[in-house]
């Protein structure tokens, strides 16, 4: 049979099919190779602008999860929280922190456009870089499980007729669940100083909340509270999407005569003045994890839809977000200011540092003159010389100055205070380095937590950062 001249070339054109297909195709268990300048010269760092559990976290540990299983990136990545304020104080931390940085990058969604505006952030995302729009979800309505309200009509009725009766709960002040509820309200004709909404830092906590009722109802992301539900832990009464999504989502607004559609969406901003090839190479990373079974799984369990989107389309599509929030938070009368870096200002600690600085250099300087005069018992000038080392103590305490900003970056905001605190006692000549080390530490201690955990301003925390 093989003598025959066709069965040869059937044959030989089959191998040669297959050989082109398989070096056509990708080698799908192989890093993405670096761009020509190197990049990614060291890991990535993958900023979840959210409390642990809730959906930005979610997201940004799912894309860590497959970028790695995937073996996608050729350097590890990390994933950190910087939550608060609806996303605003990771924002402003990518924005003044981060500048020029290619190497680390940020969850970013809906909520977060909502949260720009009703804590008058003085950062936007229109101050990033847009890289990729992953996915869009459907958000759910959920009450306890021993609620009075069996259905979605129950509970309209009851926001209609008393609208204090019912609090609700969800993500930030002015993002997407708060938006979604603003709707409700015009929808039943409810004025808008008339709802009783609690804002929580991330989606998990406010299905916590819904769950012990502590809330009437809660707004929330199906994927963040699915779980709850097939457990009988809360109940599901209606979605904001148009249809049915996944056989176990509860029924669309619409059903219910409520004209209320809404999508949340989630993607990746870079922060500004990185270069265009790192872009890229990033753009390039994520849209070989969507195409992965791992990723479509996720998708499907958690009832995501895979709306990636990228280039001057993401930036587009951003720029209608930011309208349609201001229009919505606008009837809502919102404008007041928010914590963390939005309230305090990206100038402060370089201003405080400056600011230190210079006292330090005019105290010094005027030591230089009165240092060494000395009177007699009636007050009389007996000799006055200027101090020798003023000079040395001023460029000493300007070089210290001056390495703290790069300190933070390296170590964290607590070791590095606590080394500058002792390196100022050594230059006004302190001889207790045992007394000086423990207060310094203490001290950067306190300071840190007082700002991090009470004042909710996030500070590098270096080996301290959660």
């Given at each position: 049979m093989f003598r025959d001249s066709r069965w040869i070339r059937v044959t030989l054109s089959c191998c040669v099919a297959l050989g082109v297909a398989l070096a056509a195709a990708p080698a799908s268990n192989e890093p993405q190779p670096r761009t020509r300048s190197g990049f990614p010269l060291r890991p990535l760092i993958l900023i979840a602008p959210a409390n642990p559990g809730g959906g930005w976290d979610q997201l940004a540990r799912l894309v860590q999860f497959v970028l790695v299983e995937q073996n996608i990136l050729p350097v590890p990545i990390q994933v950190v929280n910087r939550g608060g304020a609806g996303g605003t104080?990771?924002?402003?931390?990518?924005?003044?922190?981060?500048?020029?940085?290619?190497?680390?990058?940020?969850?970013?969604?809906?909520?977060?456009?909502?949260?720009?505006?009703?804590?008058?952030?003085?950062?936007g995302l229109e101050d990033t870089v847009p890289v990729a729009r992953l996915t869009s979800e459907y958000l759910v309505i959920a009450v306890p499980p021993d609620s009075p309200y069996a259905t979605m009509s129950d509970l309209m009725e009851a926001f209609r007729d008393r609208p204090d009766s019912i609090a609700w709960g969800g993500g930030s002040a002015g993002g997407t669940d708060h938006q979604v509820v603003a709707l409700l309200a015009r929808e039943a004709g409810v004025p808008f100083k008339g709802i009783r909404y609690v804002a929580f830092a991330g989606g998990g906590e406010a299905a916590t909340a819904v769950m012990g009722s502590q809330l009437g109802a809660v707004l929330t992301g199906y994927g963040e509270i699915q779980h709850l539900a097939k457990a009988g832990k809360v109940r599901l009464l209606a979605s904001t999407a148009p249809g049915r999504f996944t056989p176990d989502a509860p029924p669309p607004l619409t059903s219910f005569g409520i004209n209320v559609v809404v999508s949340n969406w989630r993607g990746v901003l870079a922060p500004p003045g990185v270069a265009a090839e790192g872009t890229a190479w990033l753009v390039e990373a994520l849209r070989r994890m969507r195409t992965t079974d791992s990723w479509q799984a996720i998708l499907k369990?958690?009832?995501?839809?895979?709306?990636?989107?990228?280039?001057?389309?993401?930036?587009?599509?951003?720029?209608?977000?930011?309208?349609?929030?201001?229009?919505?938070?606008?009837?809502?009368?919102?404008?007041?200011g928010g914590s963390g870096y939005a309230a305090v200002g990206a100038w402060t600690f370089p201003v405080?540092?400056?600011?230190?600085?210079?006292?330090?250099?005019?105290?010094?300087?005027?030591?230089?003159?009165?240092?060494?005069?000395?009177?007699?018992?009636?007050?009389?000038?007996?000799?006055?010389?200027?101090?020798?080392?003023a000079w040395p103590r001023t460029i000493a305490t300007g070089v210290l100055m001056l390495l703290f900003p790069l300190g933070l970056d390296l170590v964290g905001y607590p070791i590095t205070t606590a080394l500058m605190l002792v390196g100022l006692g050594r230059v006004f000549g302190s001889r207790s380095l045992v007394k000086e080390l423990v207060f310094a530490v203490a001290l950067a201690t306190v300071s840190y937590l007082l700002f991090d955990r009470l004042l909710g301003v996030s500070l590098p925390g270096g080996p301290f950062a959660g």
């Open positions: 104080i990771g924002l402003a931390e990518l924005v003044v922190r981060h500048r020029n940085n290619e190497h680390t990058i940020m969850i970013a969604g809906a909520v977060m456009v909502g949260a720009v505006v009703a804590h008058q952030s003085p950062f369990r958690n009832g995501w839809e895979d709306s990636f989107l990228v280039g001057d389309e993401f930036k587009t599509f951003l720029e209608d977000e930011r309208t349609r929030a201001e229009g919505i938070l606008r009837d809502l009368e919102f404008g007041s405080i540092i400056l600011s230190s600085l210079g006292f330090s250099t005019v105290w010094l300087l005027r030591r230089r003159v009165t240092g060494m005069t000395e009177y007699d018992d009636e007050g009389v000038l007996e000799h006055a010389a200027s101090d020798g080392v």
